[in-house]
């Protein structure tokens, strides 16, 4: 064979040789990609079914918004107009209401004279004979006394005090229980305890009310008064104690100059109003 065929034959076989190698590493390293992406894939893959495996276990969460409600207590109406009675008379400072009568007037205090609304008109301050529904000066005019005595007038007509003495009658004493007293932004609501024939004692001036054991007794008194014409309630839920305040509605017996008629009730509610 002659030399020039042979060097021919053996560069070949050295292009060859070259080929096949580079084609092997191509090969191996096509083999090492695929398997860096199984192994890339496998592991992105369990790392998600992983974690949704953790989502699953974990319990739903709720969003709570929390809020605070304000609840107000809803304030007692109060029909009074205190503004405009005191631009009449600045002396008006509560207003008494006695259902199933016709006692719905203001109340005056003189700041200088007791006997003055006696006589004398709670608008105008006018003298008139059937005066005014009132209090004296020895009572505060916030109704906080144990005993508080509002007086007024019987016998004119209708008017006054006069149709306080329907709680004579025991139906119509069984069935009007209450009495109000309107303020500037209050409403006292009083249970009637007792309304009855009294003597003419002024009770301010002969009981001292600041003696527990007097103002006890005058408790006792109220509820088992001792004359023929009275009517006692006997459901008051509860007994008079004390802590209890009380109010007095004083007014004159036709032909009995020497007694009152009392009708007493006891301060059960009091509210705030608009």
């Given at each position: 064979?002659p030399?020039?065929?042979?060097?021919?034959?053996l560069y070949e076989?050295?292009?060859?040789?070259e080929?096949d190698s580079?084609?092997?590493?191509?090969?191996?390293?096509?083999i090492i990609?695929?398997?860096?992406l199984?192994i890339?894939g496998?592991?992105?893959t369990?790392?998600y079914?992983?974690?949704?495996?953790?989502a699953?276990?974990?319990e739903?969460?709720?969003t709570v918004v929390?809020?605070?409600?304000?609840?107000?207590?809803?304030k007692a109406d109060?029909p009074?107009?205190f503004n405009d009675l005191?631009k009449?008379?600045?002396e008006?400072?509560?207003w008494?209401?006695?259902?199933?009568?016709?006692?719905d007037?203001?109340?005056v205090?003189?700041?200088?004279d007791?006997?003055?609304?006696?006589k004398h008109d709670?608008?105008?301050?006018?003298w008139?004979a059937?005066?005014?529904?009132y209090?004296?000066?020895c009572n505060?005019?916030d109704?906080?006394?144990?005993v508080t005595?509002?007086?007024?007038?019987?016998g004119?007509?209708?008017?006054?005090?006069?149709t306080?003495?329907?709680?004579?009658?025991g139906?119509?004493?069984d069935?009007?229980?209450n009495?109000?007293i309107y303020m500037?932004?209050?409403?006292?609501?009083?249970?009637?305890v007792?309304?009855?024939?009294?003597?003419?004692?002024?009770?301010?001036n002969?009981?001292d009310?600041?003696?527990d054991?007097?103002?006890a007794e005058?408790l006792g008194?109220?509820?088992n008064?001792?004359?023929?014409?009275?009517n006692v309630?006997?459901n008051?839920?509860r007994?008079?104690?004390l802590?209890?305040n009380?109010?007095v509605?004083?007014?004159c017996i036709?032909n009995q100059?020497s007694?009152r008629y009392?009708?007493c009730?006891?301060?059960?509610?009091d509210?705030?109003?608009?």
């Amino acid at each position: 064979m002659p030399d020039d065929y042979k060097n021919e034959e053996l560069y070949e076989n050295e292009d060859y040789e070259e080929e096949d190698s580079g084609r092997r590493k191509l090969r191996i390293f096509f083999i090492i990609l695929a398997i860096l992406l199984i192994i890339f894939g496998a592991v992105y893959t369990g790392y998600y079914l992983y974690n949704q495996y953790l989502a699953g276990l974990e319990e739903p969460t709720t969003t709570v918004v929390e809020t605070t409600a304000t609840t107000q207590t809803a304030k007692a109406d109060n029909p009074i107009n205190f503004n405009d009675l005191r631009k009449q008379n600045d002396e008006i400072y509560a207003w008494l209401k006695v259902p199933g009568t016709k006692v719905d007037h203001p109340v005056v205090q003189s700041k200088t004279d007791d006997a003055f609304y006696l006589k004398h008109d709670a608008y105008t301050k006018k003298w008139l004979a059937r005066g005014a529904i009132y209090t004296e000066m020895c009572n505060s005019k916030d109704f906080s006394d144990r005993v508080t005595v509002i007086y007024g007038h019987n016998g004119y007509s209708d008017t006054m005090f006069t149709t306080l003495h329907r709680f004579e009658d025991g139906d119509f004493f069984d069935k009007h229980e209450n009495f109000y007293i309107y303020m500037p932004k209050r409403k006292l609501t009083y249970k009637i305890v007792s309304a009855f024939k009294y003597d003419s004692r002024h009770l301010m001036n002969f009981f001292d009310f600041e003696d527990d054991r007097v103002f006890a007794e005058f408790l006792g008194m109220i509820q088992n008064p001792t004359t023929g014409v009275k009517n006692v309630r006997n459901n008051l839920d509860r007994e008079l104690s004390l802590n209890d305040n009380i109010v007095v509605l004083s007014t004159c017996i036709r032909n009995q100059s020497s007694k009152r008629y009392l009708v007493c009730g006891v301060l059960v509610k009091d509210e705030e109003t608009n």
